[in-house]
T-cell receptor, first 112, second 115 residues
């Protein structure tokens, strides 16, 4: 079956530090990969996506590259801000309906 | 333009009771999916409704049931509540003509606590 594994949190960084949140996956077929962000008290928001191998998704300074050879989709940002503090979820979709498979989430805390 | 609206935002029930959660999809959307997010976990897919029928279901028992109304809004019902049903229940909507995970809009969720 499909599964997503994320690095455990919380991850605590100082403002302007470099961020990496690791994500690996197991899937049948050729999944699309996503990063969602959840701010306190809010629903999930799509951060970025990639639909095929070697695609790079990017948004708001965040990037992730779909690596089929390592089945990974690591999230990176060159300089984090306090406003980036949230929980980040890696997810995959293999088609058919709206069934996303999520990882357990990684909480990011950015301090001044 | 209102996004996905869920109610209630918080509720407390006791074991064995039944609960109904409600979702109004984003304007223009016709498909509703429900997810359960336990504390510290990622969301788990419960089921999806389109044209008032359940189209896809995740690994959840029959105690979890749903309904979609002609105006596309939806309800999630959980019977015989267990402590383990305590979670944030997320509703997501989309337009079937553009289906796919990248066009899902999520609501803020309904936080259910079972005592």
């Amino acid at each position: 079956g499909n599964s997503v594994t994320q690095m455990e949190g919380p991850v605590t960084l100082s403002e302007e530090a470099f961020l990496t949140i690791n994500c690996t996956y197991t899937a049948t077929g050729y999944p699309s990969l996503f990063w969602y962000v959840q701010y306190p008290g809010e629903g999930l928001q799509l951060l970025l996506k990639a639909t095929k191998a070697d695609d790079k998704g990017s948004n708001k300074g965040f990037e992730a590259t779909y690596r089929k050879e390592t089945t990974s989709f690591h999230l990176e940002k060159g300089s984090v801000q306090v406003s980036d503090s949230a929980v980040y979820f890696c997810a995959l979709f293999t088609g058919g309906g709206n069934k996303l498979t999520f990882g357990t989430g990684t909480q990011l805390k950015v301090e001044l | 333009d209102a996004g996905v609206t869920q109610s209630p935002t918080h509720l407390i029930k006791t074991r064995g009771q039944q609960v109904t959660l409600r979702c109004s999809p984003k304007s223009g959307h016709d498909t509703v999916s429900w997810y359960q997010q336990a504390l510290g976990q990622g969301p788990q897919f419960i089921f999806q409704y389109y044209e008032e029928e359940e189209r896809q279901r995740g690994n959840f028992p029959d105690r979890f049931s749903g309904h979609q109304f002609p105006n596309y809004s939806s309800e999630l019902n959980v019977n015989a509540l267990l402590l383990g049903d305590s979670a944030l229940y997320l509703c997501a909507s989309s337009l079937v003509a553009t289906s796919g995970a990248n066009v899902l809009t999520f609501g803020a969720g309904s936080r259910l606590t079972v005592l």
